[in-house]
């Protein structure tokens, strides 16, 4: 059954709350770090370089960011661009959604982020393509979405980050979503996965026992800043995407 109940995007919805509560070193602030990583590795050189996070929620992607770019953020959450605008006084950010896109000039960005926002849309290759034109040329966009083809989704059942979420709608195999990349403009330049970090899969044995066995990859691709995991072979699928 699905639930038809409209989520609000503010202090209540679960992933702020997770957000809120996470310290240093939890896998918001790593997963944060990680797309910092990435935007920096593949973002084109530029003597002064702006970078755009849809969906920027506080601000971590950004934070990470701020001393090698000019900062913008957008989110659909007032609750959200409040604490972002605490924690980033520096960076250009408000309060709207992906359909503004077009607000912003042509390859105005050397870079655009989107971390777990592009599920929540009900046409995401209409918000790629927003993204390409926004983009420089060399610009890239990293996105990370649920990985539909993930072999442990059947563990987590209901659990499952691509469904628990109500205001999951695009939940796409990657096939999917890298053919959609492709259609807006862009060139798939890596696509790879974030490992099995959602511990516990297996019942009636401690998360703190599984996480050892099922993260260590996970942890290892972050810690090194280099993406070497398999499509499968994560709860994510992690899109670098280059307008040539």
Not at 28 to 34: I, K, L, M, V
Not at 82 to 92: K, Q
Not at 209 to 238: D, H, R, T
Request: aromatic fraction near 10%; hydrophobic fraction near 45%.
């Amino acid at each position: 059954m699905i639930d038809s109940t409209p989520t609000l995007f503010d202090e209540n919805y679960q992933y702020f709350q997770q957000i809120a509560r996470a310290g240093k070193f939890s896998v918001p602030w790593w997963s944060a770090r990680f797309y910092a990583q990435m935007t920096r590795r593949y973002a084109p050189r530029a003597a002064s370089r702006r970078v755009l996070d849809v969906g920027c929620a506080f601000g971590g992607v950004l934070k990470n960011l701020e001393r090698d770019f000019e900062t913008h953020g957008i989110d659909i959450s007032e609750y959200a661009i409040r604490v972002a605008r605490a924690n980033l006084p520096r960076a250009h950010l408000r309060v709207s959604d992906a359909s503004t896109l077009h607000d912003y000039p042509r390859e105005h960005f050397h870079a655009i982020v989107s971390k777990h926002v592009f599920e929540h849309l009900a046409q995401p290759g209409e918000t790629l393509k927003d993204c390409a034109r926004a983009l420089t040329r060399g610009g890239v966009l990293i996105f990370g979405t649920p990985n539909a083809d993930n072999p442990l989704k059947k563990l987590k059942g209901a659990q499952w980050i691509g469904i628990k979420d109500a205001s999951h709608i695009s939940v796409l195999p990657p096939a999917e979503w890298l053919a959609l990349t492709r259609a807006a403009g862009l060139k798939i330049a890596h696509a790879f996965s974030d490992g099995f970090w959602d511990v516990p899969y297996l019942p009636r044995v401690p998360a703190l026992l599984q996480l050892p066995l099922f993260a260590i990859p996970a942890a290892l691709q972050v810690l090194v800043g280099v993406p070497f995991l398999p499509v499968k072979w994560g709860e994510s699928l992690i899109v670098v995407a280059r307008k040539e």
